[in-house]
């Protein structure tokens, strides 16, 4: 059985983008925190901000709902909340896993 790959961190990233386009990795890491900082502040003002080739955030409305408490099976009441979902590209999905073919 093979071992599963660890996810890179943060310092990986900023040490790969840093060398792929020979910048400083002081540069590179302030650049991904620019990315992160304005994603979340566009994806809370407009709803949506797009990753283009990666995906889109969008802000949900959830609505109210009844649910159970898993410790006594009483049935509660779950309030509306916003939520926030990330939209996977087409292109970026069928990177990852390509689509089956059809016969």
Do not use: H, W
């Not at 943060?10 to 990315?35: C, G, R």
């Not at 309030?79 to 590209?89: D, H, L, T």
Request: hydrophobic share 35%.
């Amino acid at each position: 059985m093979a071992t599963a790959k660890k996810p890179m961190t943060k310092s990986e990233i900023v040490t790969n983008v840093a060398e792929k386009f020979e910048i400083p990795k002081k540069q590179a890491n302030e650049m991904l925190d620019y990315l992160a900082e304005l994603a979340c502040k566009e994806t809370k003002k407009v709803g949506a901000f797009t990753i283009p080739g990666i995906g889109k955030l969008v802000k949900q409305k959830r609505g109210a709902r009844k649910g159970r408490n898993p410790s006594t099976g009483e049935e509660i009441k779950i309030p509306a909340k916003n939520v926030v979902k990330m939209r996977i590209s087409k292109v970026c999905k069928d990177a990852i896993v390509p689509p089956k073919k059809k016969k």
